[in-house]
Every structure is written in structure tokens, then in C-alpha cells.
């Protein structure tokens, strides 16, 4: 097969990336490298250097020319930032799923695999949380991803074009940001580890999330472009099935903590993921308390 991954030398989408290359696929990297990083990008890959917020959508349908999937990963991501610049946090995320969308159409591809987020799902009541729970945005980076989700159903509903949105939960592991404001907890706590700073918790630090490791999240998004039947728009939610206090990651490092002021967040994130373990037969492996403590030992 021939893959695109939109993003493919960020931290979520180079494991993708590389995931293709080990079953011998073609692949193609489109980044625009502004959080992604060029290392991440493997030689045996094509990589175009572009933003899809801003390309012309004649050329981003020739790039996509024989492509089979295309895995759109790319996104300005984190909460916190979206609310304070929300103007360019729509443009990467509302327009550029719009016109990967359009070009795939286009370009005749078999289907599009769309980074969702859990964070659509706001500061619900209803825990594990299952994809029927209402959606009900915190922030406009967690509106932008739920209009990329609908634009996802729309284009399968209105031109036939497969889709399938994928909600991450917290995701961690090897590769992942430790810096600027897109750096999710972990990677901040890893550099501040390394450094010898104090941990810095937003909060009171009991805020409780659902950690999934990047190799499973990958795993997912391998299934999910193999299915063999249509997807028409589904949504899956990508979790652990657990959850832990930020504060109970914290104390595994052994450093001392700081409490650095509230912030607007779910207090508790936590996945029911029944439907993809019975659409996909997934299973996720990792185990955070377990990737972190090999962390602090290697």
C-alpha cells in the first residue's frame, strides 16, 4: 500500500510512519515541521515540507496521487494554548482537516484515519466514557477536533469518501514533546527530572487521567487502515482503560512538586473502549506506571 501521514514527524505520527515502513509500505511524510522534527523523518520515506493549513488544494490532491490511506495527525495540540491564540489553533486544526478531506476525495483515496481527541468529550460525569457520551468542548482546540470529527462523518455521508476518527486519551511514550507549550505532563516532568526542577502541577494535581502509550495508539491506527469493512465516520475512542491522579505520576519521580495555579480541565479523563476492542480487536498493552518506572531506571 501507499500511505500519507499528514504530521508524519511528530511525535504521534513518525511511530506511524515507522509502523508502515516495518510491514514495507510506501510512505509519504507531509510536515510542515513546526513542532514535528526532521530527525524523526526516516530516509526510506518521501517527506514534503509544507503546511496543509495553507497549500494550494490542486497540489495537495497531486501529492496525495495513488495514495491509498491517509493518517491526518497533524494538529496545533494542547488545551491551554488553544485558549489563548484560538485564531491559529482553527486555522491548523479546522482548516487543514478540511482540505486533507477535499484532496483525499480528490485523489481517490480508500480512507482517512483523523487524530480526535478525548478532549471533545469536556468535563463529563459519565466514567469509563463511552463514544454515545455527548460531546461537550472545554476549549477550542476540544471544539476544533469535534469539527474535525463531523467534517470526518460528512465526507463519507455527502461524497463517499471512508473515514474513521480515533480519540486519544493523555498519550505518552518514546519521542513524545518534553518542551514549548505543546509538551504533554509526562514529557514535562521528564525534562524538569532531568534537569533537577521541581515538578510543576496545575491544580491540586488530583485531576485524574487515562495515560495510553504511543505503541498502542499506533496499533490502533494500524487496524484502523486495515479494516476490511466500511467505516462511514465511526469514532473509537484510543485509552488505556485506567486512570491515575497527575499527582500520582508525579510521586514516581521522587522530586519535589510545586502547585503552579488552576487551569481550565476535565478533572477526570477516562476511556471506554469496549467498541474498538470489539470493531478492531484491540488491546492496549502499555502500562504507565510500569513505562515510567523503566524511564527512571534506564
Known sequence: MKICVVGGAGFIGHHIVKKFLSLGHEVIVIDNLSTGKLENIPNNCEFINADVS?????????????????????????????????????????????????ASFKAKVKRVIYSASSSVYGDTDIFPTPETTKSNPMSPYGLQKFIGEQYCKLFSNLYGLDTVSLRYFNVYGEGMLSEGAYSTVIGIFSRQYKNGEKLTITNDGQQKRDFTYVGDVVNANYLAGIHNLPLNGDVFNVGSGKNYSVNEIADLFKSEKTYIGKVIEPSITLSDITKIKKTFNWEPNGDVISWVKNYLNG
Open 54 to 102: 495553507e497549500i494550494d488544494l490542486e497540489i495537495l490532491t497531486s501529492y496525495l496521487s495513488g495514495v491509498d490511506l491517509v493518517y491526518h495527525t497533524a494538529a496545533k495540540a494542547r488545551v491551554q494554548p488553544s485558549i489563548i491564540d484560538p485564531i491559529s489553533f482553527n486555522k491548523a486544526n479546522v482548516d487543514s482537516t478540511l482540505i486533507v478531506l477535499m
